[in-house]
């Protein structure tokens, strides 16, 4: 292969091969199939010198792209997916091509930026200025993080250093009514035992906290140390805890708070700090995602604590070529990676452009968008509206139909390729959930969403 010498010599032509890639997947973005369906590996073998470079895009362009997803665009409707506006887009490619390592602050502007986003973010959701935290890959990530963190405050009500000492002897109990997978999947890997949560009753009728039940169980435990996660809001039916009551609940029993907030938190941006998600300022830590939401691309989550000294506590590195400051800690002392990628740059830079009231905007669109598709269901003949938790979460099901028939309409939808959603379960049936969260999507979408969610469903 040639293009491995001189290869900066090639950038006018890298430069052209991706400005072409990348407009002709932009603009087909509205007539593409929303999810691919070929989707083994290319029939390819590793060679011992390579390809040239024209053979290269070749196989991209004819193998990959037709088969790639298009999670960028406005009817993708599955799990809570944001787009990737223009600006944000274009400051991934700078992340790129800078290819900074934002671990420690020393010798780049790019460690500053991320703490820069970090205040506007507080700013953007009105937090108070004590919260502070990072960027991680994701909410899983985030949420790892926040059941470390709540860890060794557990272990420093018992005298236990559980970063320096392990956490033998840790006495902790977990409560949460409907935690997120990836919150279960964050107390697996911090120990604390995924078959170890006590489940706590939700309301009636939704996923919410049922405050009684939680402090019921509270009040049971005999556990030294107590944490409880809370929801804002829940995965399947946007539904949003209490958190004023949690909150009082908690400093009751000394129990650390946290907040998944990863798309819900959203709606203070429309609701302001009165609405569903008051209280959130009251956490002790709290995730949210970037890359749903606010329209960066993948991957971009975001850990905020108002206690940074235990997450610093938890993730400190003790070698001398890595030494920090204890009051104004790198991001190697504050998370997961010693080696991070430039994930901010897209946050700073779309929090600049747009500014609060362009993303709230698109928040609100959507939310305006997904009351209306919920009111089409309740009137459709062909389907049941099953839940609509006044968010951007919808979940439906084919009128009078079974689980069986509910999971061959996902299917037909998603194969079909106008839209694309997922499945959910509510009150013990299977549902098809459609969460918009794009901030391209526009009423030609909805029109094509109705139209072909009508056909597959008389088909079925």
């Excluded at 946050?347 to 993303?359: F, N, P, R, T």
Aim: glycine share 8%.
């Amino acid at each position: 292969m040639t293009m491995i010498h001189n290869q900066w010599q090639a950038l006018p032509q890298l430069l052209t091969e991706f400005s072409k890639l990348t407009e002709a997947f932009i603009q087909s973005s509205n007539s593409r199939p929303v999810a691919g369906q070929d989707i083994a590996p290319p029939d390819l073998t590793l060679t011992e010198s390579g390809i040239e470079f024209e053979s290269l895009i070749e196989v991209f362009s004819k193998q990959v792209v037709p088969n790639l997803s298009t999670s960028t665009g406005p009817r993708y409707w599955g799990f809570v997916t944001g787009g990737a506006t223009p600006i944000a887009t274009f400051a991934d490619w700078l992340v790129s091509t800078y290819d900074q390592n934002v671990s420690k602050g020393d010798g780049s502007i790019a460690t500053n930026i991320e703490r820069q986003a970090i205040r506007w973010l507080t700013e953007l959701f009105d937090l108070p200025a004590s919260f502070d935290g990072l960027f991680t890959t994701g909410a899983t990530a985030a949420n790892y993080l926040g059941a470390v963190i709540a860890r060794q405050f557990a272990g420093h009500q018992q005298g236990i250093n559980v970063a320096e000492d392990g956490a033998f002897g840790l006495e902790i109990d977990v409560f949460c009514a409907t935690p997120h997978a990836s919150m279960i999947k964050a107390l697996g890997l911090a120990g604390l035992g995924r078959n170890q949560i006590t489940r706590v009753a939700t309301q009636v009728g939704n996923e919410a906290t049922d405050i009684a039940a939680l402090a019921s169980a509270l009040a049971k435990s005999n556990a030294k140390g107590k944490v409880v996660i809370a929801s804002a809001a829940t995965v399947t039916g946007t539904n949003f805890d209490d958190l004023i009551q949690i909150r009082n609940l908690c400093d009751k029993h000394q129990a650390w708070l946290h907040v998944d907030a990863a798309f819900g938190i959203f709606e203070r941006l429309v609701a302001g700090s009165e609405g569903r998600t008051k209280g959130l300022e009251l956490a002790d830590s709290i995730t949210l995602d970037a890359h749903k939401w606010l329209n960066v691309p993948y991957d971009c989550g975001i850990f905020l604590t108002r206690h940074l000294h235990y997450l610093v506590e938890s993730c400190d590195v003790p070698a001398p070529y890595l030494v920090t400051s204890k009051a104004d800690p790198d991001f190697f002392s504050m998370g997961i990676e010693n080696s991070r990628r430039f994930r901010a740059l897209p946050v700073w830079m779309s929090l600049l452009a747009y500014g609060k009231d362009g993303i709230r905007q698109w928040v609100s669109k959507n939310i305006a968008q997904t009351k209306q598709l919920a009111d089409w269901f309740a009137d459709s003949p062909d389907y049941d509206l099953v839940y609509y938790g006044e968010l951007n979460v919808v979940l439906f099901k084919p009128s009078g139909k079974d689980d069986a028939a509910t999971t061959a309409l996902l299917h037909a939808i998603n194969t079909d390729g106008r839209i694309f959603v997922s499945p959910g379960k509510w009150q013990g049936q299977k549902v098809i959930r459609a969460a918009l969260s794009n901030w391209q999507t526009e009423q030609v979408d909805l029109d094509i969403a109705k139209s072909a969610l009508t056909e597959l469903a008389r088909a079925l």
